[in-house]
């Protein structure tokens, strides 16, 4: 398909309706079919060292770079196809493409898996070489003396570094905040821990703030030093000003908060001394990694990788010569890191890990006194491992993103026309998916064009052309992608982030696990902005579309966010005739278009669909919101002109807590309940929804997992939500398969369900025979003090668990059965149970971890044989500062 029928295609659907109302009829033109090409296959493998590429002596990957360059050299219209090997490519430094690389339209370069092969882009190197350190559990292995990383990688997964609580130090928290750090001469325990420290071992080691800056942030700031005379921590700048003393700007429509410099840190991190069980430290000087196996785990048998490499791939171009016509299929980059937290600046987080590096009044322009750097809202955004700038017909397809230290793929300065489909971002520490630029509102704006040289582009220094509507990011497509489990390290990650762009289609997607909002549009540039004054700030935005999209499990750490959030200008406005007085329906068609999403299990979500500072033009269209919080749909202090029609929502709509919009139009809305079944919905909005709902088969995909099973009594059908449901998925009924069930699309099934049958005998794996596994939530289970808590995201049985944090809390269950296993979780948070059955003595059970980290629905007790009958056991809090039960199996 060209890109130039994709695009005229994407414009009839957009345009068409509008034109059939004024009785247009609209046609696309005639493309004209290329000639044949010539066509060129060249083979690539890790261990490859011939000069031919050819299948029996392949080249290396920058051997068959060369080679791609030499092909299009001789002939640019030629069909170049390198295929690589399965096996980890390790990479010397970034593999960099430029317009040298670059194909012809409708003849990309294409580099692709070889049949059958999983080809892994890798940052990292293998360590290997461990020995043991005395008796201590811990293990050691030489790596080069300039070895600098935030992650390490431990059979496929990311390990957390050396970290502990205050508490579990012994530190009384006695701290008094200053301006330049802490003063802690009143916590002998803190004296004595930070004075058993050398110099450069302090100024390794971070404080983590969660909620520090608003509860949708976490902060991270480095010590600069000790002083044991004066009992003082001196915080690393501009870190700690940025984190507890923001400038304040006028004209506010939300705020960016400062922590008080009395907040003692959650987490102390990056130290060898707090080494636990699975927990890792990096000596880069001294040339040595440390880590203390969990329990289990042999080191000889461990594949441990420590990334080497900021940046995995960069396709970078100039806006007078882009990179184009270039296509990655079937491979997985992985093993990246992003150390720019490690210096001095930090981690101010501002929202959606955009952050303060500069001054305290950075993107604040003239909006604070003294003003700040501009645009408003041009703050520092996460580095992206793989990142494409100047760039044209681009795609990646049934790729893995994962194991990445900074943001998955970032798009921007002048991108057009780049396909992002069917690939999975996964264990991922910041966003999965960044489109556009901080800089770049107005890049019409010809003040603002050195700044977007400087940070929009790694050629900014090159470019010849002027900056100007060239730059603009446009005809992104980001398509039946899954994303899930990103902002492992940085918990106010957005699982998308949308900054400025024109005609940008964010559909069928499948986003959850996520520690904050789904997808957002607009990242405080509304904050100026509101119904009094709408025009402080605007932009470029016209044309975006998120439809169709699956989000669930989402604001599992933070919150104020939602499924999804957006927030200042979304629309070109169009005029009437008489030249002042805008077109509602041609300004709304070039406004931001949200129909078709389907989001649920957002429990702590102020608004599932978030309309909040200084939005407006936005079309709420044909929406699912269940089990997702307060309230459905509104904002704080929008600017107004939103359509809110024909959604199915279980909560309110247009709730506007702090300023009213300038208008809303809302009509042929449903409530539905909050635990909704298989009549509540319609079945095309569910049909539609997520990846493979469209004509596009995704290569890649999920274990099928069950998040939500709709309510069971009195049914002969349920609703089953999930991710990873394909034609051969089988649901069962404790060990029986399931007949006739309907499965709507990769998230949602209607199975059909014999009367008594529970949620928790629905599974999509078989049972183990003669067991039931009841949900926490299941109606035979009697709670004292336990609370209800659902789409944490950790794990969890049925996505939901219940919780104490009193001690003597119960939860009892009378059963008939002939054993009982208890399941919760495991977690430095935990502490001791008590479990009794049928009057008996207490078992006391320890819920805390051995390699202190959190497990979610493991069976913390398991109950010997007991006699055929009716029995009860009840479950006690005895200490801890939670106590979690996550079901029971009969």
């Known amino acids: 398909m060209s890109p130039q029928g994709s695009i005229t295609r994407r414009l009839l659907r957009r345009v068409g309706p509008i034109a059939a109302s004024l009785g247009l009829i609209l046609t696309a033109p005639v493309v004209q079919t290329a000639t044949a090409a010539a066509s060129v296959t060249l083979y690539a493998s890790p261990s490859g060292t011939g000069s031919t590429c050819s299948s029996s002596a392949p080249c290396s990957l920058s051997g068959a770079q060369a080679a791609v360059r030499t092909r299009i050299a001789a002939d640019p219209s030629a069909d170049v196809t390198v295929l690589l090997a399965d096996g980890v490519y390790r990479l010397s430094s970034t593999w960099s493409l430029g317009r040298a690389d670059s194909g012809t339209p409708g003849h990309p370069v294409v580099w692709k898996a070889a049949p059958g092969a999983r080809p892994v882009i890798s940052g990292a190197s293998r360590v290997t070489g461990w020995t043991q350190r005395g008796t201590t559990g811990v293990w050691s292995a030489p790596v080069p003396s300039t070895s600098n990383s935030r992650q390490l990688y431990i059979d496929g997964r990311k390990v957390p570094i050396a970290q502990a609580t205050p508490a579990s130090l012994g530190f009384r928290g006695s701290w008094t905040g200053t301006s330049t750090g802490y003063t802690i001469s009143g916590d002998q325990a803190a004296m004595a821990w930070f ?3 050398t110099a450069s071992q302090v100024a390794g080691v971070e404080f983590a703030y969660p909620g520090g800056n608003g509860p949708w942030t976490e902060s991270r700031c480095r010590v600069a030093s000790f002083s044991a005379s004066a009992g003082t921590l001196r915080m690393s700048q501009p870190c700690w000003t940025n984190v507890t003393a923001r400038a304040s700007y006028a004209q506010a429509s939300g705020g960016l908060p400062s922590m008080s410099t009395q907040t003692m840190p959650a987490r102390i991190e990056n130290a060898q001394t707090l080494i636990a069980s699975g927990q890792w430290f990096l000596d880069g000087p001294g040339g040595t990694l440390y880590y203390r196996p969990s329990a289990g785990q042999q080191m000889s048998a461990l594949d441990v990788e420590l990334p080497r490499l ?18 990655f299929s079937g491979l997985q980059f992985s093993y990246a890191t992003w150390n720019a937290p490690s210096t001095s600046a930090g981690f101010s987080d501002v ?16 909006f604070s006194n003294p003003a700040g750097s501009c645009p408003w809202g041009s703050l520092t955004q996460p580095l992206a491992n793989v990142s494409f700038t100047a760039s044209k017909n681009i795609t990646l397809t049934g790729n ?3 194991g990445l230290g900074g943001a998955g793929l970032g798009v921007m300065y002048g991108a057009a026309n780049t396909l ?3 690939n999975e971002f996964t264990d991922i520490a910041s966003t999965g998916i960044l489109l556009g ?7 019409t704006n010809p003040a603002d064009a050195a700044g977007i040289k400087q940070n929009c582009t790694p050629n900014g220094a090159s470019e010849t052309a002027t900056i100007g509507t060239n730059e603009i990011l446009t005809g992104t497509t980001v398509a039946d992608n899954v994303i899930h489990h990103i902002g492992t390290d940085y918990s106010s990650a957005s699982g ?3 900054l400025f762009s024109q005609n940008t289609t964010i559909t069928r997607n499948n986003l959850y696990d996520l520690p904050y909002t789904g997808i957002t549009a607009g990242v405080i540039q509304g904050h100026v902005n509101q119904a009094t004054t709408p025009q402080n700030t605007t932009n470029i935005n016209s044309s975006n579309t998120i439809s169709n999209n699956i989000l669930h499990d989402y604001l599992s750490v933070r919150s104020d966010g939602g499924a999804v959030y957006v927030e200042g200008h979304q629309a070109q406005y169009v005029y009437q005739s008489d030249g002042t007085t805008i077109d509602p329906v041609r300004t709304l068609a070039k406004g931001l278009q949200v129909t078709g999403n389907v989001a649920y299990n957002g429990p702590t979500t102020n608004f599932t669909y978030y309309n909040d500072a200084g939005s407006e033009w936005i079309n709420w269209q044909g929406n699912i919101a269940f089990r997702a919080g307060d309230k459905s749909h509104g904002g704080c202090s929008p600017t107004g002109h939103f359509w809110i029609t024909n959604n199915y929502f279980s909560a309110g709509i247009q709730s506007y807590p702090c300023a009213q919009p ?16 298989p009549a509540d919905l319609p079945q095309a909005l569910l049909r539609g929804a997520g990846t493979g709902s469209g004509s596009f088969t995704p290569a890649l995909s999920v274990p099928a997992k069950i998040f939500y099973v709709s309510p069971t009594a009195n049914a002969t059908e349920v609703l089953v939500a999930g991710e990873g449901f394909g034609p051969a998925t089988t649901v069962y009924i404790g060990t029986t398969p399931v007949s006739n069930v309907t499965r709507l699309s990769s998230g949602f099934m209607i199975v059909p369900v014999p009367a008594g049958t529970s949620a928790g005998q629905i599974s999509v794996t078989p049972q183990v025979p003669g067991s039931i596994r009841l949900n926490d939530d299941d109606g035979a289970i009697s709670y004292s003090g336990f609370s209800y808590a659902g789409g944490r995201s950790y794990g969890d049985h049925q996505n939901d668990v219940h919780y104490a944090t009193a001690n003597g809390s119960t939860a009892s269950l009378t059963f008939t059965g002939t054993k009982v296993t208890v399941y919760g979780e495991q977690n430095t948070d935990q502490g001791n149970i008590g479990i009794s059955i049928d009057g008996g003595p207490q078992q006391v059970v320890s819920t805390l971890p051995s390699d202190g980290v959190r497990h979610a629905n493991v069976a913390v007790f398991t109950s010997g044989q007991l006699s055929s009958g009716r029995h009860t056991i009840v479950v006690t809090k005895l200490s801890g500062q939670y106590s979690t039960l996550d079901g029971f199996t009969i």
């Not at 929202?351 to 003239?366: E, F, I, K, P, Y």
């Not at 630029?437 to 890049?443: A, G, K, S, V």
């Not at 208008?663 to 409530?671: C, P, Q, Y």
């Open 195 to 197: 004075g058993s420290l």
């Open 310 to 327: 900021e940046t995995l791939v960069q396709g970078a171009g100039t806006l007078a010569a882009p990179i184009h016509d270039i296509t």
């Open 351 to 366: 929202q959606s890990n955009l952050r303060m590096t500069g001054a305290n009044n950075q993107g604040m322009c003239g």
């Open 400 to 402: 893995r993103f994962t």
């Open 420 to 422: 992002i489909q069917g």
């Open 437 to 443: 630029c901080t800089y770049d509102p107005l890049p």
């Open 496 to 498: 998308i982030t949308l």
């Open 662 to 677: 300038i208008d809303t139009h809302a009509s042929g809305n449903t409530t539905i309940p909050a635990n909704p079944r």
